[in-house]
Antibody
């Protein structure tokens, strides 16, 4: 059974940092691109980042480019999202995604 | 950025009847490899999104064959035959052809 378990969310002040983790199981992690997709409260889906299988290529939308960094550890079956200079508009549930499977999400709230 | 436009934004269906959701992209989603990179997801109330259809017409694992996807290079349709109570939720189309990946605003399916 495929599982994606995100951790690291919480309440953080604007301008501060937070690091999300996602531990994967049930599939060959190192063979798949991984993604972070977020959903603001009551809103739709927004792609946040992608990383290729060996971590050598990463992609971001303009809304987070320069502030967020995706990385992975294939030995630990884990993908990370380092989020810096957080803004109120980053408040959302962040999902770890393996094209066909989604984690349960972790809520990030940016507020003073 | 590729804009994904869904219609209708909400639909009310009698159980046992069919429903269709439309999605239009602002650019062709047909790659030179012959694959059309449109995906359909369902987010049931209080749950994470789940993959229904990948690459326009391929049924994801475990998804009932009441669901089907079709389309052209820019116009896509998700059809649900014999709607059941478990099909209630918000349906999203998304394009994974090029960065930034983008999603439609969602179509809310309710039962009459």
């Amino acid at each position: 059974e495929v599982q994606l378990v995100e951790t690291g969310g919480g309440l953080v002040q604007p301008g501060r940092s937070l690091k999300l983790s996602c531990v994967a199981s049930g599939f060959t992690f190192s063979s798949y691109w991984m993604y972070w997709i977020r959903q603001a409260p009551g809103k739709g889906l927004e792609w946040v980042s992608s990383i290729n299988t060996d971590g050598g290529s990463t992609y971001y939308p303009d809304s987070v480019k320069g502030r967020f960094t995706i990385s992975r550890d294939n030995a630990e079956n884990t993908v990370y999202l380092q989020m810096n200079s957080l803004r109120s508009e980053d408040t959302a549930t962040y999902y770890c995604v393996q094209i066909a499977y989604w984690g349960q999400g972790t809520l990030v709230t940016v507020s003073s | 950025d590729i804009v994904m436009t869904q219609a209708p934004l909400s639909v009310s269906v009698t159980p046992g009847e069919s429903a269709s959701i439309s999605c239009r992209s602002s650019k062709s989603l047909l790659h030179s490899n012959g694959i059309t990179y449109v995906y359909w997801y369902l987010q049931k109330p209080g749950k994470s999104p789940q993959l229904l259809i990948y690459r326009m017409s391929n049924l994801a694992s475990g998804v009932p064959d009441r669901f089907s996807g079709s389309g052209s290079e820019t116009d896509f349709t998700l059809k649900i035959s014999r709607v059941e109570a478990e099909d209630v939720g918000i349906y999203y189309c998304g394009q994974l052809l090029e960065n930034p990946y983008t999603f439609g605003a969602g179509t809310k399916l309710e039962l009459k």
